[in-house]
C-alpha cells in the first residue's frame, strides 16, 4: 500500500500526496512556497522543503528539524500579516497563522519530550 502525506496549497487545497510519486521540491523565497514535483505534475506549497522531509521522516535531526521549520513557518506568516498592517481582511495570513499552532505545538512537544 503507498504512503501519503497531506500538504497545504497556498489557496488551502490539502492535497494528499502519494510519496512515491514525488521526485524533488525546491524553496522559492520570493513566494514563500515551495514547488513539489510529482511524477504527473507540481504542487505549490506552503510547507518548506525541511517540514516535507521531517514528513517522509528523511531527515536525520527529525525534531530539531521540525521544530526550525515550525519557526520559519510562523515567521513567514507574521511577514504576510506585516505586509497588510496585520489587517485581517487582507490575505489569508491570519488563517495560516491559526493553522499553523498544530505544526508548532507538535514541534514544541517532541522537542521539549
Same mark, same amino acid.
Given at each position: 500500500?503507498?504512503?501519503? $502525506? !497531506?500538504? !497545504?496549497? @497556498?489557496?488551502?487545497?490539502?492535497?494528499?500526496?502519494? =510519496?512515491?510519486?514525488? !521526485?524533488?521540491?525546491?524553496?522559492?523565497?520570493? @513566494?514563500? $512556497?515551495? +514547488?513539489? #514535483?510529482?511524477?504527473?505534475?507540481?504542487?505549490?506549497? *506552503?510547507?518548506?522543503?525541511?517540514? $516535507? #522531509?521531517?514528513?517522509?521522516?528523511? !531527515?536525520?535531526?527529525? =525534531?530539531? #528539524?521540525?521544530?526550525?521549520?515550525? =519557526?520559519?513557518?510562523?515567521?513567514?506568516? $507574521? @511577514?504576510?500579516?506585516?505586509?497588510?498592517?496585520?489587517?485581517?481582511?487582507?490575505?489569508?495570513?491570519?488563517?495560516?497563522?491559526?493553522?499553523?499552532? +498544530?505544526? *508548532?505545538?507538535?514541534?514544541?512537544? @517532541?522537542? =521539549? +519530550?
Amino acid at each position: 500500500m503507498a504512503d501519503f $502525506i !497531506t500538504l !497545504t496549497g @497556498k489557496n488551502g487545497f490539502k492535497p494528499r500526496v502519494n =510519496v512515491d510519486h514525488i !521526485t524533488s521540491c525546491a524553496w522559492n523565497e520570493e @513566494k514563500q $512556497i515551495t +514547488a513539489v #514535483d510529482l511524477s504527473d505534475g507540481t504542487y505549490s506549497v *506552503t510547507e518548506t522543503p525541511e517540514q $516535507i #522531509d521531517a514528513l517522509l521522516g528523511v !531527515t536525520d535531526k527529525p =525534531v530539531i #528539524d521540525e521544530l526550525a521549520s515550525a =519557526v520559519k513557518l510562523v515567521r513567514s506568516i $507574521i @511577514k504576510d500579516g506585516a505586509e497588510v498592517g496585520f489587517n485581517f481582511q487582507h490575505g489569508d495570513w491570519a488563517e495560516r497563522l491559526f493553522a499553523s499552532q +498544530a505544526v *508548532t505545538h507538535r514541534a514544541l512537544a @517532541k522537542a =521539549v +519530550a
